[in-house]
């Protein structure tokens, strides 16, 4: 809806109400609930709040874990496994590092260059370089098959 009001066309629906005022009340000097702050909030406030909080996690999860500790010794007693009954049951993963796994051997060469005999080929892949050469001059493999 729109009025003209001495020559100006106004939009009421997109008029603002003029701000209210907020009265100065004093703020308060208990901490404020996670997630609330205050413009005059620091970042040290902050970042200890953040620190308590991390605190707070830490023991709860320790207390839990504790508490899960607690019911699994207590099911372990009752039903009578001893610990070596547990490993063998449960294998640790993880727990001693494996040895390394030894690396492949490359293939024994089966073509050898009669020019250069530095130059070998599995027959495994791509042929080299200098068998591609050849064979590329009408030479047969077999010509290069190491005996």
Same mark, same amino acid.
């Given at each position: 809806?729109?009025?003209?009001?001495?020559?100006?066309?106004?939009?009421?629906?997109?008029?603002?109400?003029?701000?209210?005022?907020?009265?100065?009340?004093?703020?308060?000097?208990?901490?404020?609930?996670?997630?609330?702050?205050?413009?005059?909030?620091?970042?040290?406030?902050?970042?200890?709040?953040?620190?308590?909080?991390?605190?707070?996690?830490?023991?709860?999860?320790?207390?839990?874990?504790?508490?899960?500790? #607690?019911?699994?010794? *207590?099911?372990?007693?009752? !039903?009578?496994? @001893?610990?070596?009954?547990?490993?063998?049951?449960? +294998?640790? =993963?993880?727990?001693?590092?494996?040895?390394?796994?030894?690396?492949?051997? #490359?293939?024994?060469? *089966?073509?050898?260059?009669? !020019?250069?005999? @530095?130059?070998?080929?599995?027959?495994?892949?791509? +042929?080299? =370089?200098?068998?591609?050469?050849?064979?590329?001059?009408?030479?047969?493999?077999?010509?290069?098959?190491?005996?």
């Amino acid at each position: 809806m729109r009025k003209k009001q001495a020559g100006v066309q106004v939009s009421l629906l997109n008029a603002e109400a003029p701000p209210t005022p907020v009265p100065d009340v004093p703020l308060p000097s208990a901490p404020l609930p996670l997630g609330v702050t205050t413009m005059t909030t620091s970042i040290e406030d902050l970042l200890r709040q953040r620190a308590e909080l991390d605190e707070k996690i830490e023991k709860a999860r320790t207390e839990k874990r504790d508490s899960a500790f #607690s019911e699994i010794q *207590k099911i372990i007693e009752t !039903a009578g496994i @001893s610990i070596k009954e547990l490993h063998d049951y449960f +294998p640790i =993963r993880g727990g001693a590092a494996k040895p390394a796994k030894a690396e492949r051997a #490359s293939p024994p060469p *089966k073509y050898r260059d009669p !020019a250069n005999p @530095s130059n070998e080929w599995s027959g495994r892949g791509k +042929p080299s =370089r200098w068998l591609s050469g050849y064979l590329a001059q009408g030479r047969k493999l077999e010509e290069f098959l190491i005996k």
